[in-house]
């Protein structure tokens, strides 16, 4: 069980204050104008100490454990959901899990000062959920790799000065092994930048293809061994999902308060919208779901540093329950907030686009069920009960 400290209720205010004051106002504008998630932002949040939060503190991070991340990361989502991307991401864990010093000391520092971007490259054309079925392939040759395959979707794929890329080094391994993990940096000859993917949101942090076309690394930018890539992900999955949990709840927690504040001001029938039942009752059956979703999404980051069987399925319910929530508080918001919540005045109706994605991306809501029954079928079959201990 958890009670979050004083020390992370202060870093939660924190977070707060700057996504009010800074983030927010920052979302409306550069989501508006399709720009790039801004440089100096993400200096700031470096200079504030909201980057590489589960980044050891030997290489510049806040060395958090994954309770304090989510808590910090719930606000800084609120705020601006493609500013919390930056703050811990899938790609620095197996850096962390399997870098030499080198190859951590090039890298994790510089993320943490906001001067380096980083891209994770798994997802290709035929390999999305079921990830194990990637094709690109990394060749030995001599004191190289030679890479070649596509990815699609890739985030920040045009300004990522390292990509973090999954391909298959042997052909002939059993499923989910024989897939290794590579730094390619930018600039590199035959990584080429592919077609764009317009998308209903988060135009700040955009998607790519991503070719491979004969792209030549040295060999030292393999990261740890050979074939062992989905070993390094396999606890950041838990954390980083269970964290996914609470940035929704920032998000759904942010538009019903938004929503909120304005019902109080908004005068129908002589008396203030947030007065009308059918409007409080609204309120009310939606910030229990949040409160739901948070207590879920707390508890399994907590359980995901335990790294222990039951990470993976507990993380899984924090998203798939969280992401729903988030769907849902933020239509209600608009709900709430009428015609005016519609508009691009506020910045609902663009939390509204952005939230679908919750149930897509880092493991779409049917394959995380698929985990969480596999949970429960397992406590079964053990003589106990499918319920988190
Ligand atoms: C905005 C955005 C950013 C992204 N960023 C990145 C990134 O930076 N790096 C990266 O590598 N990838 C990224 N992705 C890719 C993302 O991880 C995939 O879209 C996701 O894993 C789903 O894969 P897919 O799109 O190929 O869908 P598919 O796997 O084709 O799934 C289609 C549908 O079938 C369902 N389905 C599939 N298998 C099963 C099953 N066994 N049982 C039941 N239902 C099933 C899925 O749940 C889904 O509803 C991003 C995607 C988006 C949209």
């Given at each position: 069980m958890y009670e979050l400290t004083e020390d992370q209720r202060d870093l939660k205010q924190a977070a707060r204050n700057f996504g009010r004051k800074v983030l927010a106002p920052r979302a409306m504008q550069i989501e508006q104008s399709g720009a790039d998630f801004p440089a100096d932002v993400l200096i700031q949040m470096g200079q504030l100490g909201f980057l590489g939060l589960d980044i050891p503190q030997a290489y510049g991070?806040?060395?958090?454990?994954t309770l304090t991340s989510a808590v910090i990361l719930e606000e800084i989502s609120g705020a601006w959901f493609s500013a919390a991307s930056y703050c811990m991401t899938l790609a620095t864990g197996p850096i962390i899990v399997a870098g030499t010093n080198e190859q951590k000391q090039r890298i994790l520092p510089a993320i943490c000062r906001g001067e380096l971007v980083t891209a994770f490259a798994l997802t290709e054309p035929a390999g999305g959920s079921d990830a194990a079925s990637i094709q690109t392939f990394a060749a030995r040759d001599g004191d190289d790799y030679v890479i070649n395959g596509t990815k699609f979707f890739i985030t920040n794929a045009h300004r990522a000065d390292v990509m973090v890329v999954f391909a298959r080094t042997?052909?002939?391994?059993?499923?989910?092994?024989?897939i290794s993990i590579f730094l390619v940096d930018k600039g590199t000859p035959g990584l080429v930048i592919g077609q764009r993917f317009r998308t209903m949101g988060h135009s700040a942090n955009p998607i790519w293809e991503v070719v491979f076309d004969n792209c030549r690394i040295p060999a030292?930018?393999?990261?740890?061994?050979?074939?062992?890539?989905f070993k390094y992900l396999q606890n950041d999955f838990a954390k980083i999902r269970a964290v996914y949990g609470a940035r929704c709840v920032g998000v759904s927690q942010w538009a019903m308060d938004y929503a909120l504040r304005y019902a109080q001001e908004r005068i129908q029938f002589g008396q203030a919208v947030s007065s009308f039942q059918g409007v409080r009752f609204k309120v009310a059956d939606i910030i229990t779901k949040i409160e739901a979703a948070r207590q879920l999404s707390y508890r399994a980051a907590v359980i995901a540093d335990r790294g222990d069987a039951q990470a993976p399925a507990a993380a899984s319910m924090a998203k798939h329950f969280a992401s729903d929530i988030c769907l849902e508080a933020t239509s209600e918001a608009i709900q709430i907030m009428g015609g005016h919540g519609y508009t691009?005045?506020?910045p609902l109706e663009r939390m509204f686009r952005e939230v679908k994605l919750f149930q897509i991306g880092d493991g779409t809501s049917e394959m995380l069920r698929i985990l969480i029954s596999r949970f429960a079928n397992r406590s079964i079959a053990d003589g106990g009960s499918a319920q988190l201990a």
């Open positions: 991070g806040q060395g958090f454990d042997d052909k002939s391994a059993m499923r989910g092994e024989g030292a930018n393999l990261l740890g061994e050979e074939g062992a890539g691009v005045d506020h």
